[in-house]
């Protein structure tokens, strides 16, 4: 099992940059295959990124490609989202995701295949 935690929300003009991190407790880090979604007010929870266990395979929702990357840190087990050139419609609450997905380079993005959730942060992203 694994518990995720997210930070690194915030409020940031048009633009700007943010980087969320999302530090995960256990020792199989490398096991996961991990997910950045967002849920804005009224809509449904959307896939953002998504990253495997070993790090080398990345996808991306059509609308942050470009501008957000992914990335892991095994040795602190903790994923990231580096969030540029940041729109009003970037706004959401931002919630990483776990998925027990070992020895595959596969990258899930549907919200039902993961099994763990973190609390979520906040990101306003101003005119």
């Known amino acids: 099992q694994v518990q995720l935690v997210e930070s690194g929300g915030g409020l940031v003009q048009a633009g700007g940059s943010l980087r969320l991190a999302c530090a995960a407790t256990?020792?199989?880090?490398?096991?996961?295959?991990m997910g950045w979604f967002r849920q804005a007010p009224g809509k449904d929870r959307e896939f953002v990124a998504g990253i495997s266990g070993s790090g080398r395979s990345t996808y991306y929702a059509d609308s942050v490609k470009g501008r957000f990357t992914v990335s892991r840190d095994g040795a602190k087990n903790t994923v990231y989202l580096q969030m540029n050139s940041m729109k009003p419609e970037d706004t959401a609450v931002y919630y990483c995701?776990?998925?027990?997905?070992?020895?595959?380079?596969?990258?899930?993005?549907?919200?039902?295949?993961?099994?763990?959730w973190g609390q979520g942060t906040q990101v306003t992203v101003s005119a």
């Open positions: 995701a776990a998925v027990w997905a070992p020895m595959t380079e596969v990258v899930q993005y549907a919200t039902r295949q993961y099994d763990y």
């Open positions: 256990g020792r199989t880090f490398s096991g996961y295959a």
